[in-house]
């Protein structure tokens, strides 16, 4: 693509130069240094203008048209579009800048709200994934965190309902929630009922945001405990994809028997938040993930099979898990993902210092 403008005026040469002189390449010549004003940088704008006219001035003279005022008519067209060419080139370089800035703070508040978990927690070791959809400012609500408590390993995964500042800002509210809180809630129906209290206080603090009802801005969530004692899991789910437990080969969905609605919709719990609990021996691994994983669609609409895809990955590292997992996605896709995808994979280590 750079070289298209030198190409266009390639073109216009041999056309000025091949065909009668009624046919002037004015076109082709107008049409490279618009080109380069996108493509090249300001001294490639500003060389493809002045070779524009010089390709126009050496063919008109080659013609014996200078005397010809349409001729310098023409030329004054063509040094109106350079000189538009020019100021365009820089308008388009600031915007550039402009946006590699914008670009740059968001991931970097991105990665203070969502700073990366430790490799190993007790008896856990410990892996995270987050993929941001292609879009000018990286902000999304995805979000997880992984926590060593006195009741084990406590982890939580979510997705806030939305994008930008009020989702980043949202995330954040939550993850120093449950950071403050896993530590000394009890159990896990103790720890989403503090975390559902912080979510619906940070929500009514803003009821004047534009097209967004309190009761739309929920998050669903899964919080997880390991203990360092049991060979278990349990979990709690909140409006939140199932997580998926990798056992010798096999894939198993932890579905849970009486699910919770997401945060900020506790209203709707009536009898507490029910723990699911499962087998999770050494060697086994917890998959958890947002609705980005699975709602990833191929060409044809086909949303991913992530049971059946990740199955053969299930005895790797969590690091190389998640590798596979992400260039699949990327794959499957077409090279573009349409929404924010986060995981984190928690596997049971033999012993503590394994």
């Known amino acids: 693509m750079p070289a ?25 010549l107008a049409t490279a240094m618009v080109a380069a004003a996108a493509l090249l940088s300001l001294w490639g704008t500003v060389l493809t203008a002045v070779g524009a006219c010089a390709i126009f001035v050496g063919l008109m003279a080659d013609f014996d048209a200078l005397q010809d005022a349409t001729a310098y008519s023409e030329l004054a067209t063509l040094v109106a579009i350079g000189a538009f060419a020019v100021i365009f080139n820089r308008l388009l370089g600031r915007r550039a800048h402009q946006l590699v800035q914008v670009r740059s703070v968001a991931e970097t ?147 849970p028997a009486a699910p919770s609605p997401p945060l900020n919709l506790g209203d709707m719990v009536s009898d507490g938040y029910h723990v699911d609990l499962a087998p999770f021996h050494p060697g086994d691994q917890l998959l958890l993930y947002t609705d980005g994983v699975t709602e990833t669609r191929d060409r044809s609409g086909v949303f991913y099979p992530l049971a059946d895809r990740i199955r053969s990955w299930g005895d790797e590292a969590p690091h190389q898990l998640l590798d596979h997992l992400h260039r699949d996605l990327i794959a499957y896709s077409g090279g573009e993902l349409d929404d924010d995808v986060a995981a984190l994979v928690a596997r049971r280590r033999p012993t503590l210092g394994a």
């Open 109 to 255: 508040a991105q990665l203070a709200v969502l700073h990366p978990i430790p490799r190993h927690l007790g008896h856990v070791a410990l892996e995270s994934l987050y993929v941001a959809a292609a879009a000018e400012a990286r902000i999304g609500g995805d979000l997880y965190e992984a926590i060593h408590t006195p009741y084990g390993v406590r982890l939580l995964i979510g997705d806030v309902r939305g994008k930008g500042l009020l989702a980043m800002q949202t995330a954040a509210m939550l993850l120093s929630a449950f950071r403050e809180a896993a530590h000394d809630a009890p159990d896990l129906p103790h720890l989403a009922r503090r975390l559902e209290t912080s979510v619906s206080r940070n929500a009514s603090r803003y009821p004047e945001v534009p097209g967004s009802d309190i009761a739309e801005r929920f998050i669903t969530a899964l919080l997880a405990e390991v203990p360092d004692d049991e060979p278990v899991v349990r979990t709690v789910t909140c409006g939140h994809p199932s997580p998926l437990l990798l056992h010798r080969g096999q894939v198993r969905e932890l579905q």
């Open 4 to 28: 298209l403008p030198a190409l266009l005026l390639v073109i216009g040469l041999v056309v000025g130069l091949l065909t009668p002189r009624e046919i002037r390449p004015d076109a082709f």
